[in-house]
């Protein structure tokens, strides 16, 4: 039963190229969330996303960062032009439902560096 | 939103029982309190969540205040496996949840 699959583990990209990070929820999960982890700090919300639909992309940065959740296949957070701030492990998370509590599934991230 | 207060580290010995406390003083009637942890290199893991009564797991204890103001996650019998951040967060609306910095666990073999 597998949890929720992250990929790449690590990436490394250079000034002004694109990052895409994929996630695949849990089985039988249609709600994704994304979240940063900054060095030394705590993880922080990006964006939730349902099959199809942002619900809710307050914690997204205004420019460059985008996510996707289509019908078919992984969810997407994409960032275009990526700078040296963008270094971070971004993690990915999934729930059976959409209800404020119910517990959400964390996959192992994906930790971007930036050259 | 709600906001939490957690010590920035707390250690055990081994083999020992842990109260890791949370002040949620702002959390709303209806948000069930959850807890996480995180060990180095992975992503957080579902612990335990509760809403008024006291909760238990496999893993873990929940004990919370009446008053819902604070909640106490009690790990029995510490193993060197216990050593992780732990964050108590009750969810924002948006279903996000907030993670502030944890309580770092260092368990003394």
């Known amino acids: 039963n597998a949890g929720v699959m992250q990929n790449p583990r690590h990436l490394v990209r250079r000034r002004g190229q694109e990052a895409r990070l994929r996630c695949s929820p849990m089985k039988g999960h249609s709600h994704v969330y994304w979240y940063r982890q900054l060095p030394e700090e705590g993880l922080k919300f990006m964006v939730y996303l349902q099959k199809e639909n942002i619900i809710d992309e307050s914690g997204m940065p205004k420019e460059r960062f985008s996510a996707e959740f289509p019908k078919e296949g992984p969810s997407i957070l994409r960032i275009q032009q990526v700078v040296r701030g963008d270094s971070a492990a971004y993690f990915c998370?999934?729930?059976?439902?959409?209800?404020?509590?119910?517990?959400?599934?964390f996959g192992d991230g994906t930790r971007l560096s930036i050259l | 939103d709600a906001k939490t207060t957690q010590p920035n580290s707390m250690e055990s010995n081994e083999e020992e029982p842990v109260h890791l406390p949370c002040n949620h003083s702002?959390?709303?009637?209806?948000?069930?309190i959850h807890w996480y942890r995180q060990l180095p290199s992975q992503g957080p893991e579902y612990v335990i969540h509760?809403?008024?009564s006291n909760v238990n797991n496999r893993m873990a204890s929940l004990a919370i205040a009446e008053d819902r103001k604070s909640s106490t996650l009690i790990l029995h019998r510490a193993t060197l496996r216990d050593a992780a951040v732990y964050y108590c967060t009750p969810p924002n609306t948006g279903n996000q949840f907030y993670f502030g910095t944890g309580t770092s666990l260092t368990v003394i073999p």
């Open positions: 998370a999934s729930s059976r439902t959409g209800t404020p509590n119910q517990p959400q599934h």
């Open positions: 702002t959390i709303s009637g209806t948000d069930y």
């Open positions: 509760g809403l008024t």
